[in-house]
């Protein structure tokens, strides 16, 4: 699957072409096009719940250069805040806005997408569930629909597998 190209999005699930329509109207691939933005979560995999967001992971080289692009763009969004911070020696910036159906959430690393956690996971995730039945995805969604995060959920199922 190639999680680069959001066409699977156009002829995915009501909530993936929802999501697609909310990024086209956004223009938020195209408007961050420089950063390499990759969707990534539960969205891509479909299994979003109606309070699941819309996570861009950004390759980021300069982070003021990064902050300017989303403050001329996105500034005037509902609850728009951007934050740049420093963990394990590593800068993350993470930039949030409410859209249209989603929350947006974008977040932006000196590393390459695919070397974020974000994007590692999604790829493990999608492995998981093409492995597994529908119901295995079901029950991944009615967890989440619980409160669980995604880890927890692959988790538990993978225990009570066990």
């Given at each position: ?10 002829h995915?699930s009501?909530?993936?072409?929802l999501?697609y329509?909310?990024l086209s109207?956004?223009?938020?691939m195209?408007?961050?096009?420089e950063f390499h933005?990759?969707l990534?979560g539960?969205i ?8 699941s967001?819309l996570d ?6 300069n982070?003021?250069e ?8 996105y500034?005037e ?10 963990r ?6 993470i930039?949030c806005?409410?859209g249209?159906h989603f ?6 690393q000196?590393?390459e997408?695919?070397q974020?956690n974000?994007?590692r996971h999604?790829i ?6 093409k492995e597994n039945?529908n ?8 967890l989440?629909r619980e409160g669980?995060?995604?880890?927890a959920?692959f988790?538990k199922i993978?225990?009570?597998g066990?």
């Amino acid at each position: 699957m190639d999680f680069k190209n959001l066409d699977y999005l156009k002829h995915g699930s009501t909530i993936q072409q929802l999501a697609y329509h909310e990024l086209s109207v956004l223009k938020i691939m195209w408007v961050l096009d420089e950063f390499h933005p990759v969707l990534t979560g539960t969205i891509p995999l479909d299994i979003a719940i109606s309070s699941s967001d819309l996570d861009i992971s950004c390759t980021v080289k300069n982070h003021d250069e990064f902050k300017q692009k989303l403050f001329k763009n996105y500034a005037e969004q509902s609850d728009f805040s951007f934050k740049t911070t420093s963990r394990f020696g590593e800068t993350a910036s993470i930039c949030c806005f409410e859209g249209e159906h989603f929350k947006i959430e974008i977040f932006g690393q000196h590393l390459e997408v695919t070397q974020q956690n974000a994007y590692r996971h999604m790829i493990i995730d999608h492995k998981i569930l093409k492995e597994n039945d529908n119901n295995f995805s079901r029950e991944i969604i009615k967890l989440k629909r619980e409160g669980l995060k995604n880890r927890a959920c692959f988790r538990k199922i993978a225990s009570i597998g066990r």
